[in-house]
């Protein structure tokens, strides 16, 4: 916060703000599990398939509200580059970094942070670029909904399951609502993309 202030920041402290979000979930989700191997709780499967389930729902999640986070940012708001630009920006970057000595993890954080954003555009085979005004009209809403499945939706969720004493109700959310819930408004979300483009090209 301190860097985005002081207009400081760099592309590997992006890197690892994204981290450091993701590292804190997974020691989260470490002390759920040892707490559920050592508790009484009736389960109706191992603590452990169900731990791995949520990890990789959490993962998903995370990835996609991102994705779609980070598009507003750009094609609706202006203030960040496209998931595209970005890594068109990264892979400049990790170039730059490649004809120097050292700098070996700088290296190897870009090298990873390219492969999620390939996660993140298997879908996609072109940069779009979108309408402004149409595109935060269009996605406002949608975007309110995405954060539902969000990663501080994830920890709302497991402190009101932990407050209630019912890990349930937390895999009932992660595993199975969420999933739902992610699924649905992907599929809205490729019909309002869709629709931009057609009245962008009619325009």
């Known amino acids: ?13 992006r890197i690892v703000d994204g ?17 559920l191997t050592r508790s009484s709780f009736q389960l109706p499967f191992p ?49 730059r970094l490649k004809k120097k000595k050292g700098k070996i993890l700088e290296k190897i954080m870009i090298i990873v942070y390219l492969e999620y954003t390939k996660i993140q555009l298997k879908k996609s085979t072109e940069s779009k670029k979108y309408p402004q005004k149409i595109y935060y009209q269009s996605n406002k809403r949608l975007l309110f909904l ?10 709302s969720i ?21 999933n739902i819930w992610m699924i649905v408004l992907w599929i809205i979300q490729i019909r ?3 629709k931009i483009e057609t009245k962008d090209l009619s325009e």
């Open 47 to 95: 603590p452990l398939p169900m731990m791995l389930c949520a990890i990789i729902s959490l993962g998903i999640h995370c990835m996609i509200v991102d994705y779609y986070r980070h598009e507003f940012l750009a094609h609706g708001m202006g203030k960040k580059e496209s998931i595209w630009d970005n890594k068109k920006l990264f892979t400049e970057e990790l170039t």
């Open 1 to 13: 916060m301190i860097a985005r202030l002081q207009k400081k920041g760099n592309l590997i402290g």
């Open 19 to 35: 981290w450091v979000d993701y590292t804190t979930s997974i020691f989260i989700y470490v002390g759920l599990f040892i707490g």
């Open 146 to 155: 995405w954060n539902w499945i969000g990663q501080s939706t994830h920890i």
């Open 158 to 178: 497991l402190v009101i399951a932990s407050l209630l004493y019912s890990p349930m109700i937390f895999f009932i959310y992660i595993i199975g609502l969420a």
């Open 192 to 194: 309002i993309n869709k």
